[in-house]
């Protein structure tokens, strides 16, 4: 069965100071990744999508960038973290698009 | 206008009632629909997955689409005070979106004994 990981779990960090979330994804080859943010309000907002290594896909402007090094790992960074940052991370996958898919259990971020 | 429409809620429904929650949009290219459960503080765990119109039943849980109305709903028979969350809905379109899913803003659901 697939399985999915998120770390840290929660994190605490100052302005300015550098970010790195790392997402992997056990038990599929090849998936389809995602970053989410969701805020206070619950909405989830689709920050960037993976369909293959080294391929990412950017849905809004924003002070963060995603990597995928390798096919079961999706990255999400800031070099400089803003207020605005704070929010839960949540990665997702799915074998294609058209289908659904799983979240992990999310990074809450708080920056202060 | 937003592309997903959901009442935010907060529902707050006695033990064993039937819970209606529902969401409808405004893009015909969504052709995938998905109902997902979130507790507090976790990540969303996916409850049902269409593609077409009609009814899918799991259990508890029956997801209903309809194309032509732009309309989904989540039907919660002998609803559980372990079904209290906030209960998404997200839909995707075909062709180079990608799998790319709008959400609803969530319905928060209290159910109480």
């Known amino acids: 069965s697939q399985t999915i990981h998120q770390w840290p779990a929660t994190l605490v960090q100052p302005v300015g100071s550098p970010l790195s979330l790392e997402c992997t994804v056990e038990g599929t080859s090849n998936p389809n990744l995602y970053w989410y943010r969701q805020a206070a309000g619950r909405g989830l907002q689709l920050l960037f999508y993976?369909?293959?290594?080294?391929?990412i896909s950017s849905e809004v402007p924003q002070n963060l960038s995603a990597s995928r090094p390798q096919d079961r790992q999706f990255i999400l960074s800031s070099k400089k973290l803003l207020l605005s940052d704070s929010g839960f991370y949540l990665c997702?996958?799915?074998?294609?698009?058209?289908?659904?898919?799983?979240f992990g259990p999310g990074t809450r971020l708080t920056v202060l | 206008q937003k592309e997903v429409e959901q009442d935010p809620g907060p529902l707050s429904v006695p033990e064993g009632a039937i819970v209606s929650l529902n969401c409808t949009y405004s893009?015909?290219?969504?052709?995938?629909f998905m109902w997902y459960r979130q507790y507090s503080r976790k990540g969303p765990e996916l409850l049902m997955y269409t593609y077409s119109s009609g009814n899918k039943e799991d259990g508890r849980f029956t997801a209903q689409v309809d194309k032509s109305s732009k309309y989904i709903s989540l039907f919660i028979r002998d609803s559980q005070p372990s079904d209290s969350a906030t209960y998404l809905c997200?839909?995707?379109?075909?062709?180079?979106?990608?799998?790319?899913?709008?959400f609803g803003q969530g319905t928060i659901l209290t159910v109480h004994p």
């Open positions: 997200a839909m995707s379109g075909g062709g180079t979106s990608y799998g790319k899913l709008t």
């Open positions: 997702a996958w799915s074998p294609g698009h058209g289908t659904e898919q799983f």
């Open positions: 893009n015909s290219a969504f052709q995938y």
């Open positions: 993976s369909v293959g290594i080294g391929q």
